[in-house]
């Protein structure tokens, strides 16, 4: 089965800081691998994904992540972070392929990031 | 905007009151799902339908059902609410189950349990 571990319950910084959400995960199988956002009371919207090819995934707003299949992790980064930004932020892998699991969606247990003034 | 879309967005009913939240998508997909998420928790995937074929998640209990009447539509019944069930609840769909197809989500039902 298939897990994801999301480093840091919550990360604060200040606005125009570089930011690192942190995202291992573990798998038997190869996974693809994605990043979401939630904004409060509202549903979750992809960032990004790595399905496959390079190992360094750019998504919207800025965001890019890079797959390291011999850590087993996805970090999520930023160079300058903006105030908008401050949001729950979701790691999900999905099996590649195999059985009743066939693209679930395994989520992390999430990281607030936090853009103070 | 093709979109996902819930209503109602915040649902009260009562204890034990039987409740269906609604969903539906203008995006034509073929997977649909339903999660719940408590507060501070990841999503946790109840079900999903792949077109008329309905999967459960083994963990699900049977207090929750699911009827999908069209490509469009999805419901998801509560048959007799407990506090614990007091959640946000999210549909989202994909286009299809394979190559790590994205899942689209709507913008979820509060359902508070009183």
């Known amino acids: 089965a298939q897990s994801v571990t999301q480093l840091d319950s919550q990360v604060p910084v200040f606005e125009e800081a570089p930011v690192e959400l942190r995202c291992n995960y573990s798998s038997s199988v190869s996974v693809y691998l994605f990043w979401y956002v939630q904004y409060p009371n509202q549903g979750l919207q992809l960032l990004l994904k790595?399905?496959?090819?390079?190992?360094l995934v750019k998504g919207i707003n800025g965001f890019e992540a890079e797959f390291n299949k011999s850590q087993t992790s996805f970090h999520l980064r930023k160079p300058s972070v903006h105030i908008s930004d401050t949001a729950e932020y979701f790691c999900a892998v999905s099996e590649v392929a195999g059985g009743t699991s066939y693209g679930k969606l395994t989520f992390g247990q999430g990281t607030i990031l936090t853009v103070h003034p | 905007d093709a979109m996902v879309i819930q209503n109602p967005r915040y649902q009260v009913t009562q204890f034990g009151k039987p409740v269906t939240l609604s969903c539906s998508q203008t995006l034509n997909h073929n997977v649909m799902y339903w999660y719940q998420q408590k507060s501070s928790q990841a999503p946790k995937l109840l079900f999903h339908y792949y077109d008329k074929d309905f999967n459960n998640e083994a963990d699900t209990p049977d207090n929750f059902q699911s009827r999908r009447p069209n490509t469009s539509f999805c419901f998801l019944d509560i048959r007799s609410p407990g506090l614990g069930d007091a959640a946000m609840y999210l549909c989202?769909?994909?286009?299809?189950?394979?190559?790590?197809?994205?899942?689209?989500f709507g913008p979820g039902t509060r359902l508070t349990v009183t």
């Open positions: 790595y399905l496959s090819g390079s190992t």
């Open positions: 989202a769909t994909s286009r299809a189950i394979l190559m790590g197809s994205e899942q689209y």
